[in-house]
């Protein structure tokens, strides 16, 4: 018969060792500092090139071409869009949260939308080289934690990538964006591409750059796949000067140019 002294002794050994499991099988997470999420312009394309300003009503062929390729894709992006770009936009005015369920941050928010309410939740999980991000979007009364985009930055915030799936309805990936920046935003990029599986426009594609340092500091080049045919445009974000190619539209391979008041002109 054990003495009470042994007892006591195997009690104490016995919460020894729960204890180190314990302390082996579930250590503490340090969250460390929650990442940066990457700024609107890699997500939203700058479509500036459609709005001109009060007084240029009666613009001339080479702008209005341009602008009219430039705002299709504007018009497709901002009308199917609108519930995740919100989301998206709202997110930078939200503190995020560490879950170590996930294990990752979390910026969970409401928001408004096409006349609904919405809860976002973008999630961040990060490792040795990048963060991956999620975007799970519940809409009151309807759909629940649905991901309508996904995406990949580089910790050092420079490059990366976003799927967004088409709706509720379709969960399919519809657009794959790719973008790259500098870290004084001097230069920056932006690519929307087509991704629907087995569509005609699979492959589609817009692509802008924003270079600071080039006289038309603005480019645009639109791909379309069934024609296989590319639209280039530059222009001056400041002086509104530019200049279009489309061998399909102009029959030449010459670019064709507009003024500071978007009316045609030999090109210099």
Not at 29 to 47: E, K
Not at 144 to 163: A, C, I, R, T
Not at 208 to 229: G, T
Request: glycine share 6%; net charge negative.
């Amino acid at each position: 018969m054990k003495t009470p002294a042994a007892l006591l002794r195997g009690v104490i050994f016995s919460s020894i060792i729960l204890l180190y499991a314990c302390s082996e099988s579930d250590p503490e997470i340090d969250p460390g500092v929650a990442p940066d999420i990457p700024p609107v312009s890699t997500f939203v394309m700058d479509f500036n090139i459609t709005e001109a300003d009060g007084g240029r009503a009666m613009t001339k062929n080479n702008w209005t071409y341009s602008a009219l390729n430039v705002g299709f894709w504007n018009i497709a992006i901002t009308t199917t869009f609108a519930i995740p770009v919100a989301s998206f936009a709202e997110s930078f005015n939200h503190e995020p949260v560490f879950d170590a369920s996930i294990p990752g941050w979390v910026w969970e928010y409401d928001y408004a939308a096409l006349g609904a309410k919405y809860t976002a939740k973008l999630q961040a999980t990060v490792n040795s080289t990048e963060v991956a991000w999620d975007m799970f979007i519940t809409r009151e009364n309807g759909f629940e934690d649905f991901n309508w985009y996904s995406g990949v930055s580089k910790l050092d915030g420079l490059s990366g990538s976003w799927v967004l799936n088409h709706d509720p309805n379709d969960p399919s990936p519809f657009i794959e964006i790719k973008w790259a920046r500098s870290e004084t935003d001097e230069l920056a990029s932006i690519g929307y591409t087509n991704v629907v599986s087995g569509a005609d426009t699979n492959g589609d594609f817009i692509f802008f750059e924003r270079d600071e340092s080039d006289d038309f500091n603005r480019q645009y080049d639109i791909y379309d796949k069934s024609e296989a045919n590319t639209t280039e445009i530059r222009w001056n974000s400041v002086s509104k000067d530019g200049k279009v190619r489309d061998f399909l539209y102009f029959q030449d391979n010459s670019f064709h140019c507009w003024d500071s008041m978007l009316d045609d002109i030999d090109c210099p």
